[in-house]
């Protein structure tokens, strides 16, 4: 069963614009991360965050976690066109296997 | 370069054949893990490797799937007697160590279609 829901599910914008995807989860998480997946291609890690953390940054990605209603953000900021892609977000309970959500498939239109 | 690899890229079989998945995680990763991704959906959890026991089989759909890991590198997963529904792209995953708070890296997948 999936963990994470992603919303949106589909999202398009233009080159510049910022992009925020949400994801929300059902039980308590170690840590929550989150993969881009190209088409045809496995998935690329972008971001960890631990539980308690409340956000973090790596480059143009900005993570927010709040543990108190179950729920993450990926901002990205100053949108690509290299960007496309779909992102998932995947929770970390007390084993060691990562449950992914449903995505969010992000358009960046030149 | 020194990445996940997974053979074949794509298999193309007939309902009813056995099929093998192999996956070449990273050098020194002693976590493994195996995901089914139907079309346009997450990621479905299969099983997961600590060197070569596994502890987590819980994800694998039916006794048709089975899969072995030797020397705590290779994997390959086997899916006997084929059914339709078994038509998704298998993903094989890698970590350092099967601690919670490693990032996984992927291959590019295996896509099997059943005929």
């Not at chain 1, 080159?15 to 989150?34: D, F, H, P, R, V």
């Not at chain 2, 039916?62 to 390959?76: K, Q, Y």
Request: aromatic share 8%; net charge neutral; charged share 20%.
């Amino acid at each position: 069963s999936q963990q994470g829901e992603e919303d949106p599910q589909a999202l398009s914008i233009q080159e510049g614009e910022n992009a925020t995807m949400n994801c929300s989860y059902k039980t308590s998480i170690n840590n929550l991360q989150w993969y881009r997946q190209n088409s045809g291609r496995g998935l690329v890690h972008l971001i960890l965050i631990r539980s308690n953390e409340r956000e973090k940054h790596s480059g143009r990605l900005r993570v927010t976690l709040d543990t108190s209603k179950k729920s993450s953000s990926l901002l990205i900021t100053a949108s690509r066109a290299a960007d496309t892609a779909s992102y998932f977000c995947a929770t970390a309970q007390n084993t060691d296997k990562l449950i992914f959500g449903t995505g969010t498939r992000l358009q960046v239109f030149p | 370069g020194a990445g996940v690899s997974q053979s074949p890229s794509n298999k193309v079989t007939e309902k009813g054949k056995d099929v093998e998945l192999r996956c070449d995680p990273i050098s020194g990763h002693t976590a493994l893990y195996w995901y089914r991704q139907s079309l346009g959906q997450g990621l479905e959890f299969l099983i997961y490797f600590q060197g070569n026991s596994a502890p987590d089989k819980s994800g694998l759909p039916s006794d048709r799937f089975s899969a072995e890991r030797t020397g705590g590198s290779v994997s390959t997963l086997t899916i006997q007697r084929t059914q339709q529904e078994d038509s998704a792209v298998y993903l094989c995953a890698s970590s350092l160590e099967g601690t919670l708070n490693q990032p996984q890296h992927f291959g590019d997948g295996t896509r099997l279609s059943i005929l």
